[in-house]
């Protein structure tokens, strides 16, 4: 029995110590922000779809309900509209325009940025004057002059919001290329001959994706919190239209009266900013080590 028994602790030892490294390599902040942002995009996709309430029925003998009240778990609003149904409805569009923007806002950046960063000093700096020009306004006040030039509606609160994050995207992915055109494999793709666009293509876009992804989900958080301010000014989605800052906006004159149920569409979008963070957070320690102190 002992010589048997022996050679099968060295290899129980290796296993704990490799699922401890696979452990590891999973950061709790991305673990956690990754559970927080799929619940929350499971309740809002599935929600709905269980609860089958209008969100814009208007009920006025059920007006200013407040949390807990049988039929409406989350109250009702000025309308007597339930919160429950609004907030399902409300928080799968604010999750979807957040992510469609910053998808949007990372391709114009990241191919403005590219494009400096690989290019010669003249249109590097010719690019970079008006990436600066555009950070220098903060990015609320250029959205809303953007929105109130374009018009009130969703849509224009996107492209607003798309445009103000461009040189966020620009700057970070000039900064990373400048730094990946000294590396020794690319400086060997243009020596074999390789033109600009594919050593660009095949070597410089899959080193600096990292880099790209974990900044931009931060960057959807910030871009959820600036649209869903848009539409409280009443500069965004129109109602009775139901989504998460305007919901907010159209109880503001309610707060002192229900105070809970306003606090709900707030929570929910505390709740998806720091899901995104906190994924971004992770998911950049989880490339850049060196990060992690």
Do not use: W
């Not at 020009?133 to 609320?140: A, G």
Request: proline residues 6%; charged residues 15%; aromatic residues 6%.
């Amino acid at each position: 029995m002992d010589t048997t028994s022996a050679p099968m602790a060295p290899k129980t030892v290796a296993g704990k110590k490799s699922r401890i490294r696979v452990f590891k390599k999973y950061n709790p902040y991305m673990i956690f922000g990754a559970s927080l942002l799929i619940l929350i995009t499971l309740v809002v996709l599935i929600g709905p779809l269980v609860l089958q309430t209008d969100p814009n029925a208007i009920n006025p003998k059920m007006r200013l309900q407040h949390v807990g009240t049988p039929g409406h778990l989350l109250g009702t609003d000025h309308l007597g509209r339930d919160m429950l149904a609004r907030i399902l409805y409300g928080g799968r569009m604010s999750l979807l325009t957040a992510v469609l923007t910053a998808f949007c806002a990372a391709i114009a950046g990241v191919s403005v940025g590219l494009v400096a960063g690989m290019s010669n000093k003249t249109v590097d700096i010719i690019i970079m004057r008006v990436v600066d020009m555009l950070q220098s306004f903060p990015n609320i006040l250029l959205a809303i002059l953007i929105v109130a030039f374009l018009g009130p509606s969703l849509v224009n609160a996107m492209i607003a919001i798309a445009v103000v994050n461009i040189p966020f995207f620009a700057i970070l992915t000039r900064s990373v290329t400048l730094s990946m055109k000294e590396k020794d494999f690319v400086k060997a793709s243009h020596a074999i001959g390789n033109s600009k666009l594919v050593t660009t293509l095949r070597h410089v876009i899959p080193n600096i994706s990292p880099y790209i992804i974990s900044q931009s989900m931060m960057n959807v958080g910030t871009m959820l919190t600036v649209l869903t301010s848009l539409s409280f000014l009443g500069l965004g989605v129109q109602p009775p239209t139901a989504e998460l800052g305007s919901m907010l906006g159209e109880l503001r004159t309610v707060m002192t009266k229900i105070p809970d149920v306003v606090a709900c569409p707030g929570i929910v979008i505390v709740l998806a900013v720091i899901g995104f963070n906190m994924l971004g957070d992770g998911l950049r320690d989880h490339f850049e080590p060196k990060s992690r102190n």
